[in-house]
């Protein structure tokens, strides 16, 4: 296998651990007393097969443009930091699914704060759970950029 694939590949399987991590950090027992008799084979089977779903097209993409950025990196194109940035984009854009549809509903019926005032807040709330977003995504980016350095770094050691 190539060098870039190699990275490209590492970084799938990254993206996906990573994924799997917060499902399980998520799934650990809280102290709220409340028992569930359930199967926890099939609950847990069922959770992997949710988390994988879910987390294969961020994989997929973290694939496709550490392939890319490898590609330069090797050619001496550039360093890859183009990519972290691309992750902060990303992160960012995966904050407006989840803020838009208030704020949109806020302008509708802004109630007691008025239009304008309505408007500003919606503002603020898109720029700071996307400014959360992007630093997660810068975050996670970092992490992604490094391991194809360790990968591409290693690669280069071996076939030389």
């Known amino acids: 296998m190539r060098a870039e694939g190699s990275a490209a590949l590492a970084n799938f399987l990254l993206v996906i651990l990573l994924a799997l991590g917060l499902a399980v950090v998520q799934a650990l027992p809280d102290d709220s007393g409340v028992v569930v008799y ?11 097969v949710r988390v994988v779903l879910v987390a294969l097209p961020f994989a997929a993409l973290a694939f496709w443009r550490t392939r890319i950025h490898a590609q330069r990196a090797v050619a001496y194109e ?14 960012f854009g995966l904050t407006l699914p989840f803020v ?4 949109i509903a806020r302008q509708f019926n802004p109630g007691q704060w008025g239009q304008p005032q309505a408007f500003f807040l919606g503002l603020a709330y898109v720029g700071g759970y996307g400014l959360l977003g992007f630093i997660v995504g810068i975050v996670v980016g970092c992490m992604l950029w490094g391991s194809a350095r360790v990968v591409l770094f290693i690669h280069r050691r071996v076939s030389s």
Do not use: H, Q
């Open 38 to 48: 359930a199967n926890p084979v099939r609950s847990a089977v069922l959770t992997i």
């Open 100 to 103: 838009l549809p208030g704020v």
């Open 78 to 91: 550039a360093s890859g930091w183009r990519g972290v940035l691309e992750a902060g984009v990303v992160g």
